[in-house]
T-cell receptor
């Protein structure tokens, strides 16, 4: 089954404790992206990757890191989480959007709470 | 950065009614997308629009790419209970590398 998986689905942590949210897709997609969703703000793009070893900032990259060492995986790293990073996070993947394939497949979401 | 506005923010309609919502921006986009999000799940693409003026249907859903390339509309005909959810518009920019989403329209369908 074609899918995007994220782990964990729920996470409660404390300020400053490094964490990683994993994202994996099995559709051989080149493009992967991370979003955060906050009430009233829709989804805001954090980072994206056009292909392996190619990553770039989205609209809200501060406090986050990503890596793309393999095509299928795109982990989101919070080196020192803060309460304002409490949010619902989505990973998404697609074939290259610039080539007319803009259908992103979203993962189920990770709800992160930082106390 | 890029910003999209959606209206209405929320709407309550009776089952069977038609629904109309829109998305506007001060910037031009070359691709407009409409997504639906059910509670507890990620957004799912409903319709993608690639040309100014384009009108595209997907079952009871119809979306249009505004001719100014700064707006888009989504219509749902004969609403049913499973239409309940949040509808997001999104635009693709920066040579197809970045997506920007609107804040969403929350739709409730009353039986």
């Amino acid at each position: 089954e074609a899918q995007v998986t994220q782990n964990p689905r729920y996470l409660i942590t404390v300020t400053g404790k490094k964490l990683t949210v994993t994202c994996s897709q099995n559709m051989n997609h080149e493009y992967m992206s991370w979003y955060r969703q906050d009430p009233g703000l829709g989804l805001r793009q954090i980072y994206y990757s056009m292909n392996v070893e190619v990553t770039d900032k989205g609209d809200v990259p501060e406090g986050y890191k990503v890596s793309r060492k393999e095509k299928r995986n795109f982990p989101l790293i919070l080196e020192s989480p803060s309460p304002n990073q409490t949010s619902l996070y989505f990973c998404a993947s697609s074939f290259s959007p610039g080539l007319g394939s803009s259908e992103q497949y979203f993962g189920p979401g990770t709800r992160l709470t930082v106390t | 950065g890029q910003q999209l506005n959606q209206s209405p923010q929320s709407m309550f309609i009776q089952e069977g009614e038609d629904v109309s919502m829109n998305c506007t921006s001060s910037s031009i986009f070359n691709t407009w997308l409409w997504y639906k999000q059910d509670p507890g799940e990620g957004p799912v693409l409903l319709i993608a629009l690639y040309k100014a003026g384009e009108l595209t249907s997907n079952g009871r859903l119809t979306a249009q790419f505004g001719i100014t390339r700064k707006d888009s509309f989504l219509n749902i005909s004969a609403s049913i209970p499973s239409d309940v959810g949040i509808y997001f518009c999104a635009g693709l920019y920066n040579y197809g590398q970045n997506f920007v989403f609107g804040p969403g329209t929350r739709l409730s369908v009353l039986p």
